[in-house]
């Protein structure tokens, strides 16, 4: 993703390090791998005032009463695993005019996926993708969403990628 700014540094810390935001710093990417991992006082209060982040997958639910400064709320996890639940799930994204598709087969075996239900409650915010259900967008929730300088992305989308994948939009 960043291989094209060949000038940018780019550090690789673990979110339990985190102090603060310096000033060179021109976004930070949290990748929530790790179902309710400790999270720094000091990265949550930065996160909940509209800062340069980028939070992907787990852990939204963390930021419990902040959420508000951002316009969202947490919902609930969605989990698909039997080969029904990944067929009816929301293992779709839409972008712009485009629609991706989440890998949800290895051969013939379902690929279980987790999905992050969040509200976009501000006016102000953009829901820039959508997660849908087979069938169209009657039935869908917010993938990618920019509050401010804030982003919420609704899973990992690098997981389970193949070349046409939703990893696309990000």
Partial sequence: LIGRYPDLRVEIKPVSSYTGLGESVARVFYIGTIVDETLPEAFLRDAASNAPITWLGYNLWKLADRQAALGLNYRRIISASTPADVDSGYNRV???DYLFQKLIRSGSNPVPSEIIEVEST???????AWAERPGGTADRIPYAVQSNRFWYIADIPFAFAYELDRYLVF
């Avoid at 501000?122 to 820039?128: F, P």
């Fill in 122 to 128: 501000a006016a102000s915010n953009v829901v820039q």
């Fill in 94 to 96: 839409r972008y712009r």
